[in-house]
């Protein structure tokens, strides 16, 4: 099994510690610190922007009620971004994060696969993006199903949509 080491929602601004309570609006922003994915939420008006640094994606939204049951809405163009900014990434985690993004947004239709090939002993798969006809390049780490599932998990964690 895969440890990314991802620290829950704690629901708290990052900059003030004040809690963010049901309908409040806040930003949060999913980093790379230290080779490992963070993630950060901010209140709206303590809101600056994305931090410099390490940023994969950064998204806006409101606290649910505490009694709202979560409903799994997928955002493709987050992923996207997310998946963008993954490349050229070497860590491992961070290969194994993007792979399953890729596999996502082709369920989603986002993507389309066109190829795979080995290039210096690794699968590579070619994608190309159903919106903007741009072609990506994948690395297939090979996970196993347990593996897959894990990844997909914290992805769905970390962008806080499970």
């Known amino acids: 099994m895969i ?3 991802i620290q829950p929602n704690t ?4 900059a003030t510690g004040r809690e963010l309570r049901p309908g409040d609006k ?8 230290g080779g490992k994915f963070a993630r950060r939420d901010y209140a709206a008006d ?3 922007g994305p931090p410099a640094e390490g940023v994969l994606a950064f998204w806006s ?3 649910p009620p505490a009694e709202q049951a979560r409903k799994l809405r997928i955002d493709d163009d987050l992923l996207t971004d997310c998946f963008l900014r993954l490349d050229g990434q070497e860590e491992p985690a961070q290969v194994n994060f993007r792979y399953v993004i890729a596999l996502l947004l082709m369920r989603r239709r986002r993507f389309r696969f066109e190829e ?3 290039v210096a002993g690794r699968e590579v798969l070619r994608v190309r993006c159903a919106r903007t006809g741009a072609d990506y390049q994948v690395v297939n780490p090979r996970l196993t199903e347990d593996e897959m599932i894990a990844v997909q ?8 949509w499970e």
């Open 153 to 160: 998990d914290e992805v769905f964690k970390v962008l806080g």
């Open 3 to 5: 440890d990314y080491q």
């Open 46 to 48: 303590a809101w600056t």
């Open 11 to 14: 629901r708290r601004c990052a």
């Open 61 to 63: 939204g409101r606290v």
């Open 26 to 33: 806040f930003f949060a922003v999913l980093l790379e610190e």
């Open 116 to 118: 795979a090939r080995v």
